[in-house]
Each structure stands twice: as structure tokens, then as C-alpha cells.
């Protein structure tokens, strides 16, 4: 079995969790998520099976969308309604055009530290063991991106929201600093993974769902391996370019009709999809970097 599974993940499991039914209910070993989902959160969780584990990272990088629910006024020590309050404020109430012009802020690429509560390692432990323990240590920031910030709606206590954003992203910091922006405390509420690059909730399947289908049953609701990463151009070869690339080998630039920029492609010969490769400008080749046929 290979290719890509759309799970959604249902409340109170980990993603690893959904790694762990899915081994069982298989048989399949070579298996892996494309990127955390906290316990309460759910769903989208594309799970990679056989050889397309290896593009886990490039499933990420085609962003995210996600959905939630936030409350003003608290904050607490996990930044979302599972952990314990540790701080208070009375303001609460904001017009509409004030919480969009701050939303409206984030939008672009900014610095963000990952949570105390998140599977970010330091010194090789987790946050989340380090913050159960009592401890806190500094985070360094990261670079992430924010595509779209926007309310949804208003509720007396806070707001639902939308958020599309790049692989890294941590939903609860970002609400957090919303809140510091409006000059009080912001705790995620609710949150629902909504779409991961081409994988979308409408036609995700529960895990609970999953655990009950036979072997055959999820192979059959696998997408190829190829389309999986649709962001990335194709490249059509000959048959014997083709074989080269298979083999391991590259191809000169002037053994190319066309020659292709220093990008990633998605490339295919008469017999298939072969794997993702890449032109090398400097060395005037063309070189695989993940083989998958």
C-alpha cells in the first residue's frame, strides 16, 4: 500500500495515535502524518503510506487552513482552554473594525516563539514534557507566514475565525498575540484543521470510521503519490531519459529540448510517475532527488 490517506482526526487522540490504528488495522509499517495536531484539536490529518512518506515535507509546505473559535479576556498556560488560567482582564468588548484591523496585522510573514505546550524539541526533549515538568525555557522565534486572518463571526465572549497559513504555524500563539495586540488575553477556544495543500475536510474519513474498513477498503480511498503535490510543475521525459533518472544517473542540459529552471518538478516518462527532481544550473543537469518509482 502507498500513496496518501485523508483522515480526520476526531477529538481526544494525538496524531500519533491515528499513525498507531492505522498501522494495526493495515499491517502496514512504513506509515507517518504530515504534521501535529494537539489532542483536542481535529481534523485534517493526511497520513503518508509506502514510499510516500518521503513527501511528507512537501505535502506541509502547501499551507494550511484552519477554522476556530476564541474568548477574550484569559489566558491561560497551554493558550487554549485545556490548561489552567493564568491571567485575567476585563476587556473583552472590541468593535468589529478593531478586531479586523488587528487580525488584518498578522497577515504576511512575521517571527513567531512556539508554544511552552507544543512537540517543538529542545536539547532533544519535547515542550510539552519540559512544560509538564514545571519548566520553561526560551524558544527561538520562527519565520511563518499568515495568508488570511479574518473573523467569521461575533459572540458575546470572543469570535470565530479563519486562518491560512504555513506549515509551523501555531494557531494558539498567533490568538495569544491577537489578544496582547487588543490589549488584553486571547485563548483558543475550538479549532478544526480544515484543508492540508490539496486535502480537504469535506472528504476526509474518521478515523473512527477507518478503523473499522478492511485492508482493501483503505487502499482504495489512498490518493497516488503524485498528486498529493499538485504545486509542483511536471516534467515530461523520454522513455531513455527516463531510465536514466530511474537508474539514479542525470541528464545534461543538451540532452533537453527544453531546458527547465532551477525548480522542483514533479516528473513523469511514458512508463509513469518517477519521483521529484530538479535542474542543477550551476552543473547543467538534470538529477533526481527523491525516486519513487
Known sequence: MEGVLNVFKE????????????????GQRRMGHTGTLDPQVTGVLPICLGRATKLADYISEQGKTYEGSLVFGIRTDTLDLGGEITERSD???????????????????????PPMYSAVQVQGQRLYDLARQ????????????????????????????????????????????LGKALGTWATTSRLVRTRVGPFSIDRAVPISRL??????????????????????????????????????GFIRQSQLADSPPDKLYRIYDPQ??????????????????????
Do not use: W
Open 91 to 113: 476587556q473583552t468588548r472590541f468593535s468589529p473594525e478593531e478586531i479586523r484591523r488587528a487580525m488584518k496585522a498578522f497577515i504576511g510573514t512575521i517571527q513567531q516563539v
Open 134 to 177: 514545571g519548566k520553561k525555557v526560551e524558544r527561538k522565534a520562527r519565520e511563518v507566514t499568515i495568508y488570511d486572518f479574518s473573523p467569521t463571526a461575533f459572540h458575546e465572549e470572543g469570535l470565530d475565525f479563519t486562518c491560512s497559513c504555513s506549515k509551523g504555524t501555531y494557531i494558539r500563539t498567533l490568538v495569544d498575540d
Open 211 to 248: 478503523r473499522t474498513m478492511n485492508r482493501e477498503e483503505i487502499a482504495s480511498l489512498l490518493l497516488p503519490m503524485d498528486q498529493s503535490i499538485p504545486h509542483l510543475p511536471i516534467l515530461d521525459l523520454g522513455s531513455s531519459e527516463g531510465k536514466v533518472l530511474r537508474l539514479g
Open 11 to 26: 477529538e481526544d487522540m494525538t496524531s500519533h495515535d491515528v499513525v498507531a490504528i492505522l498501522r494495526g488495522t493495515t
Open 272 to 293: 509513469g510517475f518517477i519521483g521529484l527532481g530538479y535542474f542543477d544550473g550551476e552543473k547543467e543537469r538534470l538529477r533526481m532527488k527523491k525516486v519513487l518509482a
